[in-house]
């Protein structure tokens, strides 16, 4: 649940878990104010996202889940566990969206990955885990000629309107907000920025002519787009 500065007043408030037990232990917010959670759960139907282990393995698996700033998508959300019981139950998000997850797991077979210690030397050990930053978005364009983005494996498409004539170019910066590019049917570069906190696009801007070919954009954590 997010409050406003007063206290008062209720902003959003959300479940997140499944037909079993799911308990939050951690909460961490990242620079573009989204909101991730960890902790653990037996459910088999916690929902998941861009997931790194989509499916209960164990009794109880840790799980991780970052909500976006308006609290009404998932950007992703994953178990995270083995054979045995699994529990989050420290977290922390770096300023590049990296989180950070810290718990204990008696699993002999927890996922393990450029590790210092690879295996449970003997019932219950502790784990640190981290996930880097992915907010899986597609940008394409549609049978009309609109530019369409589709984010978070949900079913929504954002229209970004006008008309090319390319397949179009995206890149994302750290806040999460994605750059799409694309040429009209007359030549001419057009950009657009679709805003991951206000979750609208900005709108075209011109962005050179005349051009051929499909482009391509990189963005900057500052803004700039190249």
Do not use: H
Request: charged share 10%; with cysteine.
């Amino acid at each position: 649940s997010k409050l406003d500065p007063s206290g008062t007043s209720l902003i959003y408030s959300t479940f997140l878990g499944g037909f079993g037990a799911d308990y939050a232990y951690a909460l961490a917010l990242s620079p573009s104010g989204a909101v991730a959670v960890a902790g653990y759960t037996s459910s088999a139907n916690l929902p998941v996202a861009d997931a790194l282990q989509a499916s209960l393995a164990g009794g109880y698996d840790a799980f991780v889940a970052r909500l976006n700033p308006q609290g009404t998508a998932l950007e992703m959300a994953t178990y995270l566990g083995g054979n045995g019981a699994d529990a989050a139950n420290g977290l922390s998000m770096d300023p590049s969206g990296n989180i950070w997850i810290a718990g204990q797991t008696i699993s002999t077979n927890f996922p393990a990955k450029n590790a210092l210690q690879s295996s449970n030397a003997g019932g219950l050990g502790a784990f640190i885990a981290k996930i880097g930053e992915t907010i899986p978005t597609v940008v394409f364009r549609a049978a009309n000629g609109n530019t369409m983005l589709n984010s978070y494996g949900s079913l929504l498409l954002r229209n970004a309107g006008g008309t090319i004539a390319s397949d179009p170019g995206m890149s994302q910066n750290s806040s999460g907000d994605t750059y799409a590019v694309g040429i009209n049917p007359w030549g001419q570069a057009w950009m657009n920025i679709f805003q991951n906190g206000t979750q609208k696009w900005k709108g075209w801007i011109l962005a050179g002519s005349p051009l051929a070919g499909n482009p391509a954009v990189a963005c900057l954590p500052d803004g700039a787009a190249y």
